[in-house]
Antibody, heavy 126, light 110 residues
Framework: QLQLQESGPGLVKPSETLSLTCTVS??????????WGWIRQPPGKGLEWIVN???????YYNPSLKSRVTISVDTSKNQFSLKLNSVTAADTAVYYC??????????????????WGQGTMVAVSS | QSALTQPRSVSGSPGQSVTISCTGT?????????VSWYQQHPGKAPKLMIY???KRPSGVPDRFSGSKSGNTASLTISGLQAEDEADYYC??????????FGGGTKLTVL
């Protein structure tokens, strides 16, 4: 059964770069049927989609965050990573990684996040 | 890309039905039949409940149903149960491999 697990520092200083990694287990990140995405949720607030990546490296960004976001994939480690630069307190949130179906193949749920990591809390504070 | 509009809260008694709306634009909800709904209990990750506007993943009770009319999608939960109390989020495909979420709705089971 495929699982996703986020990892990274729980505390980042203002103006620095937030870096998180999502490790995929129980399946291959190199599947042609899926994108891999990051979503965040500030405390007490709603979900915000950040970015998607395909195993080939193609990327798709939320326009409001695009200028500060970098996403990469490492197929040899079955991981994908998020970097968010110039962070402020407004970037304090639980960050989730998730799988998004991208192809109309039997068994694939298209354009919906069907598997999520447990989430990791990142606080931005000096 | 603006967040989809959901009511902040809805409530219902056990056994009743409730409907949560999700309003977008012709560039997202109205333009594609790719609306999904997620249930989130406190401290937990979201769980997919509805996809493709009205389809349920395996294991989701048929008490949960979805629909769409124009730029507004809806999630209906019938036969409310205590464990349905949670936050619910809609999400729509918005073109070019991007998605947008709603602001979330808190469901209270009275």
């Amino acid at each position: 059964q495929l699982q996703l697990q986020e990892s990274g520092p729980g505390l980042v200083k203002p103006s620095e770069t937030l870096s998180l990694t999502c490790t995929v287990s129980g399946g291959s990140i190199s599947s042609s049927s899926y994108y891999w995405g990051w979503i965040r949720q500030p405390p007490g607030k709603g979900l915000e989609w950040i970015v998607n990546i395909y195993y080939s490296g193609s990327t798709y960004y939320n326009p409001s965050l695009k200028s500060r976001v970098t996403i990469s994939v490492d197929t040899s480690k079955n991981q994908f990573s998020l970097k968010l630069n110039s962070v402020t307190a407004a970037d304090t949130a639980v960050y989730y990684c998730a799988r998004l179906g991208r192809s109309m193949v039997r068994g694939v749920i298209l354009n919906a996040f069907d598997i999520w990591g447990q989430g990791t809390m990142v606080a931005v504070s000096s | 890309q603006s967040a989809l509009t959901q009511p902040r809260s809805v409530s219902g008694s056990p056994g009743q039905s409730v409907t949560i709306s999700c309003t977008g634009t012709s560039s997202d909800v109205g333009g594609y039949n790719y609306v999904s709904w997620y249930q989130q209990h406190p401290g937990k990750a979201p769980k997919l409940m509805i996809y493709d506007v009205n389809k349920r993943p395996s294991g989701v009770p048929d008490r949960f149903s979805g629909s769409k009319s124009g730029n507004t999608a809806s999630l209906t939960i019938s036969g409310l149960q205590a464990e349905d109390e949670a936050d619910y989020y809609c999400c729509s495909y918005a073109g070019s491999s991007t998605v947008v979420f709603g602001g979330g709705t808190k469901l209270t089971v009275l």
